[in-house]
């Protein structure tokens, strides 16, 4: 088990931690860039505004596209690099001025993770109550909802191999890697996703 | 374990995505009331053997109330309904009185 430094004054841009036979590979990013929007999601000029920043389209219900990260049916989540978030915040304030909305800089918020690897699905439906069967569950889609005991989102980013983001309150984040690299031991895959 | 298909964003999860609030449609007594209306309005609770219409929130996912009519014999969920209304809606109270006739629950 690799030994993972979370603290606050020395924070680590990137951990990997490479969990052997199973093929499966979890990185951790501490920092990343992430506005919280809170608007009406149907909203042309919200639509617009996201367009403009992030360069993405507005995802569906429980999607995700590269950078833009559906959180309910109010809230988005936008990803960029790290310090950027003010910035975004500032420029969607500007371009919804008048518009009932929150635009937020939340990049200390939360911590990102990426887990990688056939076996990705198996470790995340060990925790989370969500049908990761492949035909249930592939590139682009998201949800928000438990891991273990925590409150979580993930979404596939990637397939063959499977990689799976996730995020989570960021005083959560030792938890969950430790969880992650729990449940992702050799030889405690059900087999079966 | 009771799968929850929430009204808001569609997921059908779960319990344990979601956190019970307790009896719904409650009127609150006042301003103006007696303390003993108050106090019922504060204090008195429901706890049915049967249909129960209840608050719920998807606190693991989208995070919004909603309202939910079930049994709380058999578990049986007759409906979910958007947590803005007073009542619940007419095709969850045909499906309770169907229920009732065929004896399913009180």
Not at chain 1, 11 to 18: A, F, K, M, N, Y
Not at chain 2, 100 to 105: C, D, P, S, T
Request: charged fraction near 25%; charge should be negative.
């Amino acid at each position: 088990m690799s030994e993972l430094d979370l603290s606050l004054a020395r924070p680590i841009l990137e951990g990997v931690s490479d969990t052997g036979a199973n093929g499966l590979k979890l990185f951790v990013q501490l920092l990343r860039g992430m506005v919280t929007l809170r608007a009406d999601l149907s909203s042309p000029s919200v639509a617009a505004a996201v367009k403009d920043v992030t360069g993405s389209d507005m995802p569906d219900v429980r999607k995700a596209t590269e950078n833009v990260l559906w959180m309910s049916t109010d809230e988005l989540l936008l990803l960029m690099p790290y310090g950027e978030g003010g910035a975004v915040a500032a420029k969607l304030g500007e371009a919804l001025a008048g518009e009932h909305h929150l635009a937020v800089d939340v990049s200390d918020a939360r911590s990102l993770f990426k887990l990688e690897g056939g076996a990705a699905r198996e470790v995340l439906a060990k925790g989370a109550p969500v049908d990761l069967a492949r035909d249930k569950f592939a590139v682009g889609d998201l949800r928000r909802t438990r891991i273990s005991h925590i409150a979580a989102a993930f979404w596939q980013s990637g397939a063959e191999p499977d990689v799976f983001e996730i995020i989570c309150f960021r005083s959560y984040a030792n938890y969950l890697w430790e969880w992650l690299e729990e449940s992702s031991r050799e030889g405690s895959m059900p087999g079966i996703l | 374990m009771l799968l929850i298909d929430c009204p808001c964003c569609g997921v059908s999860g779960e319990e344990t995505e979601f956190a019970a609030g307790g009896e719904a449609h409650i009127v609150r007594a006042g301003p103006g009331s007696s303390d003993a209306d108050f106090a019922s309005y504060l204090f008195d609770r429901k706890n049915p053997r049967g249909v129960h219409f209840e608050r719920w929130r998807h606190a693991f996912g989208c995070g919004k109330w909603f309202h939910m009519v079930r049994s709380t014999q058999t578990l049986e969920v007759f409906g979910v309904y958007k947590a803005d209304v007073t009542s619940p809606p007419q095709d969850i109270l045909d499906r309770v009185e169907a229920a009732r006739a065929e004896g399913r629950v009180k």
